[in-house]
Protein backbone atom coordinates (compact mmCIF):
# COMPACT_ATOMS: atom_id res chain seq x y z
CA UNK A 1 0.00 0.00 0.00
CA UNK A 2 1.32 3.12 -0.82
CA UNK A 3 0.09 6.94 -0.49
CA UNK A 4 1.84 9.22 -3.17
CA UNK A 5 1.75 13.11 -2.06
CA UNK A 6 2.43 16.01 -4.15
CA UNK A 7 1.42 19.60 -4.96
CA UNK A 8 3.37 21.36 -1.95
CA UNK A 9 5.31 23.96 -2.35
CA UNK A 10 6.14 28.18 -1.28
CA UNK A 11 3.25 30.70 -1.74
CA UNK A 12 2.30 34.07 -1.18
CA UNK A 13 -0.47 35.24 1.80
CA UNK A 14 -3.46 35.08 -0.16
CA UNK A 15 -2.64 31.91 -2.56
CA UNK A 16 -3.94 28.95 -3.83
CA UNK A 17 -2.03 25.62 -3.73
CA UNK A 18 -3.85 21.81 -4.64
CA UNK A 19 -2.17 19.01 -2.97
CA UNK A 20 -3.33 15.42 -4.53
CA UNK A 21 -2.41 11.78 -2.95
CA UNK A 22 -2.40 8.95 -5.36
CA UNK A 23 -2.85 5.55 -3.71
CA UNK A 24 -2.14 2.45 -4.38
CA UNK A 25 -2.89 -1.16 -3.14
CA UNK A 26 -5.73 -0.92 -1.54
CA UNK A 27 -9.34 1.03 -1.70
CA UNK A 28 -9.64 3.52 1.23
CA UNK A 29 -13.38 3.76 2.75
CA UNK A 30 -11.96 7.50 4.19
CA UNK A 31 -8.73 9.31 2.61
CA UNK A 32 -8.21 12.43 4.27
CA UNK A 33 -5.38 15.29 4.54
CA UNK A 34 -3.15 16.28 8.28
CA UNK A 35 -1.22 18.73 8.69
CA UNK A 36 1.69 19.31 11.64
CA UNK A 37 3.24 22.20 12.04
CA UNK A 38 6.98 22.63 13.99
CA UNK A 39 6.71 21.59 17.62
CA UNK A 40 2.59 20.93 17.25
CA UNK A 41 1.04 17.38 17.06
CA UNK A 42 -0.87 16.46 13.44
CA UNK A 43 -4.14 17.49 13.10
CA UNK A 44 -6.85 16.91 10.71
CA UNK A 45 -7.38 19.17 7.96
CA UNK A 46 -9.73 17.74 6.05
CA UNK A 47 -11.12 14.25 5.29
CA UNK A 48 -13.79 12.61 2.80
CA UNK A 49 -15.63 9.12 2.41
CA UNK A 50 -15.67 6.77 -0.79
CA UNK A 51 -19.40 8.23 -0.69
CA UNK A 52 -18.02 12.07 -0.59
CA UNK A 53 -18.72 12.83 2.55
CA UNK A 54 -16.55 15.38 4.14
CA UNK A 55 -15.38 17.12 7.15
CA UNK A 56 -13.26 19.79 8.02
CA UNK A 57 -11.65 21.49 10.72
CA UNK A 58 -13.19 24.79 11.48
CA UNK A 59 -9.74 26.86 10.61
CA UNK A 60 -10.14 25.68 6.92
CA UNK A 61 -14.01 25.46 6.59
CA UNK A 62 -15.02 28.18 3.42
CA UNK A 63 -11.40 28.00 2.13
CA UNK A 64 -10.16 24.47 1.50
CA UNK A 65 -12.21 21.73 -0.46
CA UNK A 66 -11.57 18.16 -0.43
CA UNK A 67 -11.92 15.79 -3.32
CA UNK A 68 -11.63 12.27 -4.58
CA UNK A 69 -11.49 10.43 -8.09
CA UNK A 70 -12.52 6.90 -6.80
CA UNK A 71 -11.71 5.59 -10.38
CA UNK A 72 -8.08 7.17 -9.83
CA UNK A 73 -7.99 6.20 -5.96
CA UNK A 74 -6.89 9.83 -5.76
CA UNK A 75 -7.65 12.58 -3.16
CA UNK A 76 -6.69 16.29 -3.54
CA UNK A 77 -7.06 19.35 -1.85
CA UNK A 78 -7.56 22.46 -2.93
CA UNK A 79 -6.62 25.17 -0.52
CA UNK A 80 -7.44 28.93 -1.37
CA UNK A 81 -6.73 31.82 0.80
CA UNK A 82 -3.78 30.29 2.21
CA UNK A 83 -2.19 32.86 5.45
CA UNK A 84 0.82 32.27 7.56
CA UNK A 85 -0.73 29.80 9.62
CA UNK A 86 -1.39 27.39 6.97
CA UNK A 87 2.44 26.75 7.21
CA UNK A 88 3.24 22.86 7.68
CA UNK A 89 4.08 19.38 6.80
CA UNK A 90 0.54 18.04 5.27
CA UNK A 91 0.38 14.12 4.75
CA UNK A 92 -2.02 12.38 3.62
CA UNK A 93 -3.96 9.42 5.12
CA UNK A 94 -5.80 6.84 3.70
CA UNK A 95 -8.16 4.38 5.75
CA UNK A 96 -10.34 1.25 6.18
CA UNK A 97 -12.32 -1.47 8.30
CA UNK A 98 -10.68 -4.65 8.24
CA UNK A 99 -12.49 -7.25 10.26
CA UNK A 100 -14.26 -4.49 12.40
CA UNK A 101 -11.12 -2.67 12.95
CA UNK A 102 -9.30 0.63 10.75
CA UNK A 103 -6.44 0.17 9.53
CA UNK A 104 -4.64 3.45 8.51
CA UNK A 105 -1.81 4.17 6.05
CA UNK A 106 0.22 7.66 5.85
CA UNK A 107 1.68 9.33 2.86
CA UNK A 108 4.78 10.88 3.13
CA UNK A 109 4.50 14.36 4.09
CA UNK A 110 4.35 17.47 1.42
CA UNK A 111 5.97 21.08 2.98
CA UNK A 112 3.27 24.06 2.27
CA UNK A 113 4.96 27.23 3.24
CA UNK A 114 3.14 30.27 3.14
CA UNK A 115 5.39 33.25 3.58
CA UNK A 116 5.66 37.00 1.66
Known amino acids: VQLQASGGGL ?12 ASGSIFNVMGWYYQAPGKQRELVASITSGGVTNYADSVKGRFTI ?24 YCNGRYLYRGSWLGYW ?7 VSS
Open 11 to 22: VHPGGSLRLSCA
Open 67 to 90: SRDNAKNTVYLQMNSLNAEDTAVY
Open 107 to 113: GQGTQVT
